[in-house]
């Protein structure tokens, strides 16, 4: 199996010479003049013009000397390509994969998942805005999804990113880089979107806007964005007799004040707000028959979802000593007030009414952060930092009816409140030696200290039949000290090409179930997970930077996995599995031959699964799918790990007219370790087509997504593991047509 992988990656990689991928990229801190001078040249490259700048190892290099694995999407491919949202732009990178519910989407790199459900841990892969880590270290029970408008470009790094960016990359990064204020430019954006969706009952409409005013020229500026979005149900509850019942809506927006009170000293303010809202789940029918359709669901009661984002930052940078001194001071907060159906429960207990289950959540981080970047110039360059992170966050989970109060003697069914702290401390440091004319080596090490702490109570007939009013207490204490260290060998024979050699670790921190107070099979806590990470890669420009190929091979050694399985409750749990291992290759190529034609394409074959076996693990519950299931074995498959994975696009230019067709291949997976009884997902392809005009202050765009409404599943769940209940999928969206307009001045 393995030599077969490695011949189709192979293959699959010389196809890509025909093809092409755009693969800007970078992975910067602000404020640092030194990384936001490059934005236009990062942003435009094309044929003849300046090569990419990318600031991934934070500082300013060119991305093709850079000995890691990254790709982006510039601000103008955003635009063209239509990109709002995290399921547009990790569709379309290479080795990333995305899973979506109810209450969040969370992607995966290089087959690195734990779940393809809700995370009731830290996920394997972050999500930044800037500085700031959007995912928790903890149960994230909603995923904001930072609206892309006036995003200077989205950056992908692939590989634990531990010696940078510490315990949330463990098998590597997303950064969404904003745009910060022009101290020299009156400049303004508006943004108008009008579309349908296919079974919508109304129309999708989306309102963007930015505007960028110096305040005292060349001194002090401020740049304000605001957005709103609402895109339409089109999901019916015939149980409840409702139609396109999971509307959602999004707003927020943006603001920056900058200041460069002398040449060599710029600050920093900023702050950001999201609010998203859904009305119910977009959960619909596994498995449809004649009277259940696949744009139909049975909840009793709406599952609905309302998050608040909040960020504010202070930076400053010094230049000092041919380097720059930075410091940045950041606060932020996520409150969500989330609403589930547990009528299932109730049913279970001889009362099938509608039953809410509530869930508000309240979480608080602060992070102070201070580096030292050398100058680029010289044989040696380095950077060095110190980093805190303070996390808390408290939630709670109550289910009642008080039907059931006569027969029980209470009308809890379930009830939980818990709380976390958790505080992160870490010194690191990287640095590059040239010591041959072509050669370059680089090291790089973080070192950490994790403290946690964990108190909770449960309670309810759903953890304690006997005696469901006690109150089963947890306070749970550790902390550990780690490290993860990077090194990486550059050779270039000839001035296009950089072959490299990197090896690094990931690290993921241990914490506790907070369910586990009186239920049997669930464990109290769980350790840290830690992977190795080897990649080979390849990047070459060639023909005046009208092609550039890129190809890494990697293989991840992933010890002491934290995954999630079910108790007999239904209930999910996190426990350490064992090892594993994934491998594969991924290639990436643009193709711009000239100014009316581009050509772009990535592929990823991958293969992740176990190396140990774990046969005590409660896989499976006894439901109406048989008998309990115990046991991971080696050789099972990672949970949502795609074999497979293909995107590319073709854009024709013909004055200021565009056409252009992109398309996406997601591979089959499977929900569970084995194939038999598991639920697939995957396995659908997308093609969108869009069609513009660019004026010298205005275009518009005329868009089909997912135009021939393919309905592939993203994910599922599989509530038939619990008896009387009915396997849910969550699909791809249907066709959508509409047009946006963008004005500038």
């Given at each position: ?100 519910d109810s209450t969040q989407a969370s992607f995966s790199v290089r087959g690195i998942r734990s779940t393809t459900g809700a995370d009731t841990t830290s996920a394997t892969a972050g999500i930044y805005v800037d500085d700031y880590p959007i995912y928790d270290t903890w149960f994230r029970f909603t995923s904001p999804d930072l609206r892309i408008f ?257 027969v029980y003697g209470t009308d809890r069914i379930y009830k939980v409140y818990a709380n976390q702290r958790a505080t992160e401390l870490a010194a690191y440091g990287e640095g590059t030696l040239s010591f041959a004319e072509r050669w370059e080596a680089t090291l790089g090490l973080r070192v950490f200290r994790n403290d946690y702490h964990f108190t ?133 190529l643009s193709f711009r031959p000239n100014a009316s034609f581009e050509l772009n394409a990535a592929v990823t074959i991958n293969h992740s699964a176990l190396t140990k076996n774990n046969p005590g693990i409660l896989r499976r519950a006894a439901s109406a799918r048989g008998a309990a299931v115990y046991g991971v074995f080696k050789g099972d498959r ?108």
């Amino acid at each position: 199996m393995k030599n077969q992988m490695i011949r189709q990656a192979l293959a699959c990689s010389v196809a890509l010479g025909t093809l092409g991928w755009d693969v800007t990229a970078s992975a910067e801190t602000r404020p640092d003049p030194a990384a936001e001078a490059v934005p236009q040249a990062a942003q435009d490259a094309t044929a003849g013009k300046d090569e990419i700048v990318v600031t991934a190892q934070k500082r300013t290099e060119r991305l093709q000397d850079v000995p890691l694995a990254i790709s982006a999407f510039t601000e103008a491919t955003i635009e063209q390509q239509g990109i709002k949202s995290i399921e547009d732009y990790a569709s379309r990178a290479a080795g990333v994969s995305l899973s979506r519910d109810s209450t969040q989407a969370s992607f995966s790199v290089r087959g690195i998942r734990s779940t393809t459900g809700a995370d009731t841990t830290s996920a394997t892969a972050g999500i930044y805005v800037d500085d700031y880590p959007i995912y928790d270290t903890w149960f994230r029970f909603t995923s904001p999804d930072l609206r892309i408008f006036d995003v200077g470009r989205i950056e992908i790094l692939r590989g634990p990113q531990g010696t940078l960016y510490g315990a949330t990359s463990l098998s590597g990064s997303i950064r969404i880089i904003t745009n910060k204020p022009d101290l020299g430019a009156v400049s303004g954006k508006f943004e108008g979107t009008l579309s349908t969706t296919d079974g919508a009952g109304q129309p999708n409409y989306a309102a963007n806007a930015m505007v960028n005013v110096p305040l005292i020229a060349d001194k002090i500026g401020m740049r304000a964005v605001g957005y709103y979005r609402s895109d339409s149900g089109y999901i019916d509850n015939p149980v409840r007799g409702e139609t396109d019942v999971d509307d959602r809506r999004s707003y927020g927006g943006r603001f920056y004040l900058s200041a460069q009170p002398t040449e060599t000293l710029s600050l920093l303010a900023s702050v950001t707000y999201q609010h998203d809202a859904q009305d119910d789940q977009t959960a619909t029918y596994y498995f449809p028959t004649a009277t259940r359709t696949i744009d139909q669901w049975n909840a009793r009661s709406a599952t609905r979802t309302r998050s608040d984002l909040f960020i504010a930052s202070l930076a400053a940078d010094q230049e000092l000593g041919g380097g720059n001194l930075n410091f940045t001071a950041t606060y932020g907060s996520n409150k969500s007030k989330n609403r589930f159906d547990a009528s299932p429960y109730s049913a279970a207990l001889g009362f099938p009414l509608a039953t809410p289950l509530i869930q508000p959540s309240d979480s608080n981080t602060k992070i102070l952060e201070a580096r030292y970047t050398s100058a680029s110039g010289g044989a040696f360059r380095y950077i060095i930092g110190l980093y805190y992170n303070s996390r808390f966050r408290d939630f709670r989970q109550e289910a009642n009816q008080p039907a059931i109060a006569p027969v029980y003697g209470t009308d809890r069914i379930y009830k939980v409140y818990a709380n976390q702290r958790a505080t992160e401390l870490a010194a690191y440091g990287e640095g590059t030696l040239s010591f041959a004319e072509r050669w370059e080596a680089t090291l790089g090490l973080r070192v950490f200290r994790n403290d946690y702490h964990f108190t909770s109570s449960v309670s309810g007939l759903l953890n304690s039949f006997a005696t469901p009013l006690r109150d089963f207490t947890t306070d749970v204490t550790n902390g550990q000290t780690d490290y993860t260290p990077r090194a990486s060998l550059s050779y270039r024979p000839v001035p296009n090409v950089n072959i490299y050699a990197t090896a690094s670790k990931g690290y993921r921190f241990g914490l506790t179930n907070y369910n586990s107070g009186a239920n049997g099979g669930t464990p109290l806590t769980y350790k840290s997970d830690t992977l190795w990470n080897y990649e080979f890669g390849v990047k070459a420009t060639m023909w005046d930077n009208r092609v550039t190929l890129n190809t890494a091979a990697y293989y991840v050694d992933w010890s002491d996995i934290q995954l999630t399985f079910r108790n007999a409750n239904g209930q999910g749990y996190i426990t350490n599995a064992g090892d594993a291992r994934s491998y594969g290759i991924e290639s990436e190529l643009s193709f711009r031959p000239n100014a009316s034609f581009e050509l772009n394409a990535a592929v990823t074959i991958n293969h992740s699964a176990l190396t140990k076996n774990n046969p005590g693990i409660l896989r499976r519950a006894a439901s109406a799918r048989g008998a309990a299931v115990y046991g991971v074995f080696k050789g099972d498959r990672l949970p949502g790990s795609q074999e497979l994975s293909l995107a590319g696009g073709i854009q024709y230019n013909l004055g200021n007219a565009f056409i252009r067709v992109d398309d996406t291949y997601v591979g089959p997976s499977y929900i569970d370790f084995m194939k038999a009884g598991s639920l697939k997902i995957g396995d659908y392809n997308l093609v969108n087509l869009r069609l513009g005009y660019r004026g010298d202050n205005f275009d518009v765009t005329l868009f089909a997504e997912n135009l021939f409404n393919d309905r592939g599943i993203v994910n599922a769940v599989p509530n038939a593991d619990l008896v009387g209940l009915t396997d849910a999928a969550f699909r791809v969206r249907p066709r959508t047509v509409g047009a946006t307009l963008r004005a500038n001045f």
